[in-house]
C-alpha cells in the first residue's frame, strides 16, 4: 500500500497537534519518541516533511506561541536526538494549542466626517450571531421542532415486554414427584472361607482303638497214670493191685 505525500503530511500534523492539546501524549513522546512515531506508522518520516508541515501548524488559529517556553533539554552527548524528534520538540516547546470559543460582536462606527453644517446620523446596527455548538441564527421567527422520538419498533414471534417491570419464574421442574416404594431385602448371607467348604471327612467317636484280642480257651481231658509218692504223715499209697499182706 504507497502512501502519498499528503497523507503522510496530515498525519505528522494531526501527531504534532495530538501533543500540542494532550500533555499525558506529550509526556509520553518525551519519554519514548522513537517508540511513539513508530506506533503512529510515522517511523519513515524525515527532517524536511517536519519542516515543510510546521508553517502550516503556526498559522492554525488554535496554536499560539507558547506564553513559557519550556526550556530547551541539556543535550546528551552519547545518544543525539534524531533529527526528526529533535524537530518536533522545538515546535511543542515553542507552541501550544488552545480551544477559545468566544464570539466577539463589535458593531461601532468609527468615522472622519468633515462638513460646512451640521450633520445627521441615524445608526441602526442588528447582529444576528449563533455561536456555540447546536447554535442557530435567522433573519425572522424561527420554529424549532424539539420533538424527540424515542420510540421502538419491536417484531416479535410472540409477547413483547417492553419499558415493563415483569417477574419471570424459570421453573426447570415439573413438579411431577415419583416415589420409588419399592423394598429390597438383602438375605444373603457373607461367610469368610480359608478353604473350598467342600468337606469329605467323617467325624466317629471311637472308645476302642480297634484292635481285636482273641483269647481261645481250649478245655483238654487229660488222663494221667503215674506212680507218686507223697509224704505224707500216716498216709500209705499203694498200688491199685492187691494187697499184699505177706511181709
Known amino acids: 500500500m504507497s502512501v502519498t505525500l499528503a497523507?503522510?503530511?496530515?498525519?505528522?500534523i494531526e501527531?504534532?497537534?495530538?501533543?500540542?492539546?494532550?500533555?499525558e501524549a506529550a509526556a509520553e513522546f518525551?519519554?519514548?519518541?522513537?517508540?511513539?512515531?513508530?506506533?503512529?506508522?510515522?517511523?519513515?518520516?524525515?527532517?524536511?516533511?517536519?519542516?515543510s508541515v510546521a508553517p502550516v501548524l503556526v498559522e492554525r488559529h488554535d496554536v499560539i506561541p507558547s506564553p513559557k517556553?519550556?526550556?530547551?533539554?541539556?543535550?546528551?552527548?552519547?545518544?543525539?536526538?534524531?533529527?526528526?524528534v529533535r524537530e518536533i520538540k522545538?515546535?511543542?516547546?515553542?507552541?501550544?494549542?488552545?480551544?477559545?470559543?468566544?464570539?466577539?460582536?463589535?458593531?461601532?462606527?468609527?468615522?472622519n466626517i468633515w462638513a460646512e453644517g451640521d450633520v445627521n446620523q441615524v445608526f441602526d446596527n442588528e447582529a444576528n450571531v449563533a455561536s456555540g455548538d447546536g447554535?442557530?441564527?435567522?433573519?425572522?421567527?424561527?420554529?424549532?421542532?424539539?420533538?424527540?422520538?424515542?420510540?421502538?419498533t419491536i417484531n416479535a414471534g410472540g409477547d413483547a415486554n417492553v419499558g415493563n417491570d415483569t417477574d419471570v419464574t424459570d421453573i426447570d421442574d415439573?413438579?411431577?414427584?415419583?416415589?420409588?416404594?419399592?423394598?429390597?431385602?438383602?438375605?444373603?448371607?457373607?461367610?469368610?472361607?480359608?478353604?473350598?467348604?467342600?468337606?469329605?471327612?467323617?467325624?466317629?467317636?471311637?472308645?476302642?482303638?480297634?484292635?481285636?484280642t482273641t483269647t481261645?480257651?481250649?478245655d483238654v481231658d487229660t488222663t494221667v497214670n503215674s506212680d507218686a509218692v507223697f509224704d505224707s504223715t500216716d498216709t500209705v499209697i499203694v498200688d491199685d493191685s492187691s494187697a499184699d499182706d505177706t511181709f
Open 7 to 12: 497523507s503522510v503530511a496530515d498525519a505528522l
Open 30 to 51: 518525551e519519554e519514548d519518541p522513537d517508540g511513539m512515531l513508530a506506533s503512529r506508522g510515522l517511523s519513515s518520516v524525515s527532517h524536511a516533511d517536519v519542516c
Open 174 to 212: 415439573s413438579y411431577n414427584e415419583d416415589t420409588d416404594a419399592s423394598t429390597t431385602t438383602d438375605n444373603s448371607t457373607d461367610v469368610s472361607l480359608d478353604g473350598s467348604a467342600n468337606d469329605s471327612s467323617t467325624n466317629v467317636d471311637v472308645n476302642d482303638s480297634l484292635n481285636d
Open 90 to 111: 522545538n515546535i511543542t516547546n515553542q507552541f501550544t494549542s488552545i480551544d477559545d470559543r468566544d464570539t466577539i460582536i463589535d458593531q461601532s462606527v468609527n468615522q
Open 135 to 152: 447554535s442557530m441564527a435567522a433573519g425572522d421567527d424561527i420554529a424549532i421542532d424539539k420533538t424527540q422520538d424515542n420510540s421502538t
Open 69 to 84: 517556553p519550556t526550556p530547551a533539554p541539556t543535550p546528551d552527548h552519547h545518544t543525539p536526538d534524531n533529527p526528526v
Open 15 to 23: 501527531f504534532i497537534l495530538s501533543l500540542l492539546r494532550d500533555p
Open 216 to 218: 481261645e480257651t481250649n
